[in-house]
Nanobody
């Protein structure tokens, strides 16, 4: 019942920047985690950055110092600011939002947005 809509992907040169946005709508409750994953062709989906309800953040080693995850709680939106992009950042990026209480839970994914870093 939680729908996620992603935007902000595209083609960028190495060293450039992009900001991904993910807006959640629907029956949103008890969010425990919001994050970004990515998947390159032939590879496993990996966690890029996540933020918990308490505000703790976690980043993949490959993006530390370059990417920043943030959220706007009133807008139910999570962002991923990507700076100093490298060709190896090329992937489809997926937004994920999870929540649960004592009787219900959800694990929602965005549609994916392509990020291509190439000269």
């Amino acid at each position: 019942q939680v729908q996620l809509v992603e935007s902000g992907g595209g083609l960028v040169q190495p060293g450039g920047s992009l900001r991904l946005s993910c807006a959640a709508s629907g029956t949103i409750f008890s969010i425990s985690f919001m994050g970004w994953y990515r998947q390159a062709p032939g590879l496993q989906r990996e966690l890029v950055a996540g933020i918990t309800s308490g505000g703790s953040t976690n980043y993949a080693d490959s993006v530390k110092g370059r990417f920043t995850i943030s959220r706007d709680n009133p807008k139910n939106t999570v962002y991923l600011q990507m700076n100093s992009l490298k060709p190896e950042d090329t992937a489809v990026y997926y937004c994920n939002v999870r929540g649960a209480d004592s009787t219900r839970r959800y694990d929602s994914w965005g549609q994916g947005t392509q990020v291509t870093v190439s000269s």
